[in-house]
């Protein structure tokens, strides 16, 4: 197969302004599109298109590491906002630190917190984007994966379509993270500077994975059904088996595959907590503290493997925090 257009195949890109006119209501054009390798480089190429060296961007915290690495490696400089109880945006926080920055990013449904945000919260960061003349990155990668509620897209937003880039993915959604294929949506204007700037990272996305996601998004309802039935039933499982630790505590998921586990009550440090865990049982855990200095106190659970893998390493968790944890992790 030959290279195809630096920004994706034409018909990949039309298949995906089509999808996001089904599943959104809203309307993109296929000039809008530039299909990346996985989300990683769609965020990336996000960041170079809009950040000078020195620049401010507004990152939450927790969140997602590679959003601070990602904009360090292009010059920026991160600032952090806050998660309330239920991990949406601290208002308040965006607000205040708005005026001294150039960019924001939002990622929901949220890694690592599983929270899913409510169309008012969304708005509020619009109306904020608005006034402060902020560029909105939206990371919405795990957009099909929702067990509550609905997912909404910054592109309802009218007023921020100028300033903002949404960034997605196949890897979640039809779980085939291992293809490398997103793609991000731009404001008009965009994408012949994108063009010049993919051609120096990758030219171009694989052809043959590109094909392929075309049949994808034309049966995308019947695979992220599959997807989401299969991690609901995990996530369950897990919080029914966690329910035996009166002194954990958690928002439940509303979306994405992750839980992020208060486990302050049994230890101080998460990365100590994960440490002990997996020497003690063999299951891994994600420190909190590196998704931001808010993480800490908290682990993040992935629960995106096999049912049988989930029973199992959520049991082990109870039995490690039963019988003492970190005693029992020095005598192995």
Request: glycine share 6%.
């Amino acid at each position: 197969m030959n290279y195809t257009e630096n920004n994706g195949l034409y018909e990949l890109r039309s298949a995906i302004a089509e999808y996001y006119k089904e599943r959104h209501g809203v309307k993109i054009e296929p000039e809008n599109v530039v299909v990346t390798i996985g989300a990683m480089e769609g965020l990336f190429l996000s960041l170079l298109l809009i950040l000078d060296a020195g620049d401010k961007i507004l990152l939450p915290d927790p969140g997602y590491p590679n959003y601070t690495s990602e904009s360090i490696l292009v010059g920026a400089e991160p600032i952090y906002y806050s998660l309330d109880s239920n991990f949406h945006p601290n208002i308040s926080d965006i607000a205040t630190q708005a005026k001294k920055s150039k960019a924001l990013i939002i990622n929901t449904p949220n890694n690592p917190t599983g929270a899913v945000y409510p169309k008012n919260v969304l708005k509020e960061i619009a109306e904020i984007a608005k006034e402060n003349s902020l560029v909105v990155i939206s990371d919405e990668t795990y957009e099909n994966i929702i067990f509550e509620k609905k997912h909404h897209t910054m592109l309802k937003f009218d007023d921020i379509r100028d300033n903002l880039i949404v960034v997605n993915s196949f890897s979640k959604s039809v779980a085939i993270t291992g293809l490398r294929l997103g793609f991000i949506i731009l404001p008009d204007g965009l994408s012949e500077i994108t063009s010049k700037i993919q051609e120096n990272i990758i030219a171009s996305p694989p052809a043959m994975i590109q094909k392929a996601a075309v049949s994808l998004l034309e049966n995308y309802k019947k695979i992220t059904r599959k997807v989401t039935q299969k991690l609901k039933k995990n996530k369950d499982a897990l919080l029914k088996k966690l329910h035996k630790l009166p002194k954990i505590s958690y928002a439940p998921p509303k979306g994405g595959f992750y839980l992020f586990l208060n486990v302050s009550e049994y230890y101080s440090s998460s990365y100590k907590f994960a440490m002990d865990l997996i020497r003690a049982k063999r299951v891994a855990v994600t420190p909190g503290i590196g998704f931001g200095k808010n993480g800490e106190g908290y682990v993040r659970i992935s629960y995106s493997s096999s049912y049988e893998e989930v029973l199992e390493g959520a049991k082990r968790i109870v039995e490690f925090l039963k019988e003492g944890g970190d005693k029992l992790a020095q005598q192995n």
